[in-house]
């Protein structure tokens, strides 16, 4: 009887409505049913085997088209992979060459603060005997007695009695290890005396 309404609705139904029919009966029954069927001995009439064949055969095709974009795609994302391992390379050797320079900045940035406390130190230095010698030549001008700038110190207010003191205690430690300079104050103050 199921032959009977398959060959009635052969008859009446047209060739694109029968194909989309066979497609949807066989994409219900699967590939390998549909396969099965076509290759045994009982199977449908020729027209239903032969849209059965090329319904295989656009499986297959598509199949083969999955695989093969399926290896594309496993291609690429190897490709991507590498290229991300290269770039994650790339990345660390820069952070590495970042950190180089910034220990490198830090560096500098340390000479350069001990070099302006040496430079300021040394303005320092300059100002106070520049005003030592001045006051020494003020002490000429007005005294008319050889003054050293130790003697000024001393005879300054007490602002600059600390800086005195530690002047006197390296003029006292320069003297005693120096004979020959002590020898050569007392010939100055010789000839100096009244």
Known sequence: ?????????????????????WRREFEYAGYAAVKRI?????????????FAL??????????????????????????????????????QRDTGRLLEGATRLLEDKAQMQRDTRQMLWGSVAAVVMATL???????????????????LLQSTPTTFYVGAATAEANKIDHQASSPLRREGRRRVDRNTAP
């Not at 076509?38 to 239903?48: A, H, L, N």
């Open 1 to 21: 009887m199921a032959s009977l309404l398959e060959d009635l609705h052969s008859v009446a139904a047209e060739p694109s409505e029968q194909e989309d029919f």
């Open 38 to 50: 076509v290759s045994g001995t009982i199977g449908w009439d020729e027209p239903r085997r032969q």
């Open 54 to 91: 090329t319904w295989l055969g656009e499986k297959e095709s598509e199949v083969v088209r999955r695989e093969k974009q399926m290896q594309l795609d496993a291609t690429r994302i190897e490709k991507d992979i590498e290229q991300l391992q290269q770039d994650l390379a790339d990345l």
């Open 133 to 151: 010698s001045l006051c020494v030549s003020m002490g000429h001008v007005f005294d008319g007695r050889d003054k050293t700038p130790m003697d």
